[in-house]
């Protein structure tokens, strides 16, 4: 597939309410888009890097420079999925930034092949059950009123952030309230072993499993870890790669495996890693990093693979936008549909992607 010319487009999305985390608080995506034109179909990635190196080492500038210098030049004459993957490896790292435009890539292919994403990663159900993150807020109260109004929308699934100092209290006071609801809790590499007595407090309340406690690098930390505590441990930010989710299963640093297309480097890596983590027993979910209706539809699709089988970060847009750029994914009995369309399945709507739209350039081949 000849690929024309690639687009780098940034648009604006404001958040609905401020996203708090361990590492700091989101009020608005700064979103890179990327638009591959071809021939027979225009191909649409969504980069998950966010303003600041905070969550990773990545950053949305980073990743429109990475891409514009060294990516998109270095795209192949016929360009698959495949041979994009294989002419991206010698650059090192930038994986939000390969998955952006690897993604558009086989969106446009899958478009000019009339085949969906769900039906060529190897999607087992037509939806798939979602459960939301909620964020560290300034009291407990108010935390518990935005827990009841995800549970009365449909949520199947709680994920509270938490850090040292809101933690024990928060999830107890959520156990109080709401009794048995699946409930998982994610530090965003917030603690260190010294913490671990803190942490096995957390093994009152009967958590899914709590994720990524210990920093990035630390493989065998968390695996003594893992061996102090009750609560399984998943981790996000450590897994880069289907041998990185081989080695935490080895070390056993980790029984669960969050799995994010963009932090992996694409869909067919986020695909390793799920066949990986099968067979060895390992649960996977999908993860989120606040995906315009682009990214969300991809990973609804990823998330309806066999092995995902607890409910993944793949919330309705309205969780945190007002208006998508996309037509909005709203929840039906606690699930999103698996798009039929062909690629992704959705498109931005031309007047809002015009509206949220801060810049946009072209990469002529
Ligand atoms: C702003 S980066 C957020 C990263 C965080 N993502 C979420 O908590 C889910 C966000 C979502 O619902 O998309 C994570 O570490 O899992
Ligand atoms: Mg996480």
């Not at 085949?115 to 518990?144: H, K, N, Q, T």
């Not at 006071?173 to 407090?201: H, I």
């Not at 968390?222 to 080695?247: F, K, N, Q, Y």
Request: proline share 6%; hydrophobic share 45%.
């Amino acid at each position: 597939m000849r690929i024309e010319a690639v687009e780098l487009r940034r648009i604006a999305m404001p958040l609905v309410a401020p996203f708090r985390t361990s590492f700091g608080t989101e009020t608005a995506r700064d979103v890179l888009l990327v638009r591959v034109v071809t021939p027979d179909a225009e191909g649409w990635g969504e980069c998950v890097a966010i303003a600041d190196p905070l969550y990773s080492p990545e950053y949305v500038e980073g990743a429109q420079d990475v891409l514009r210098r060294f990516l998109i030049p270095a795209l192949p004459e016929d360009a698959d999925e495949y041979r994009v993957e294989r002419a991206l490896e010698p650059f090192k790292g930038h994986r939000m930034a390969k998955a952006a435009l690897g993604t558009a890539v086989l969106d446009a292919r899958l478009r000019a092949a009339g085949e969906s994403f769900g039906r060529y990663l190897g999607a087992a159900r037509e939806r798939v059950p979602c459960g939301v993150s909620v964020g560290i807020m300034d009291s407990v109260p108010e935390l518990l009123d935005a827990v009841a109004g995800y549970l009365d929308e449909g949520y199947v699934r709680i994920k509270l952030k938490i850090e040292p100092g809101w933690d024990v209290e928060p999830v107890r006071a959520v156990r109080e309230r709401f009794g048995d609801v699946p409930l998982q809790v994610d530090a965003n590499a917030a603690y260190t072993l010294a913490d671990a007595r803190r942490l096995k407090e957390l093994d009152a309340f009967g958590l899914l499993l709590i994720e990524q406690p210990l920093g990035d690098e630390d493989l065998v930390q968390h695996a003594e870890l893992a061996r102090a505590l009750a609560t399984p441990v998943c981790l996000d930010e450590s897994i880069e790669s289907a041998a990185d989710a081989a080695a935490a299963i080895a070390l056993g640093a980790a029984s669960v495996v969050n799995v994010k297309p963009g932090r992996v480097g694409g869909y067919l890596e986020a695909r390793r890693i799920h066949d990986v983590c099968r067979a060895h027993g390992v649960a996977v979910w999908c993860g989120g990093m606040l995906e315009t209706g682009i990214g969300r539809a991809a990973n609804v699709a990823l998330a309806a693979l066999p092995g995902f089988t607890l409910p993944g970060d793949t919330s309705a847009s309205r969780r945190y936008y007002a208006r998508d750029v996309t037509e909005p994914f709203e929840l039906d009995g606690g699930h999103l549909e698996v798009p039929r369309g062909p690629g992704v399945g959705v498109r931005p709507v031309p007047e809002r992607l015009e509206e949220f739209t801060t810049s946009s350039e072209w990469v002529t081949l």
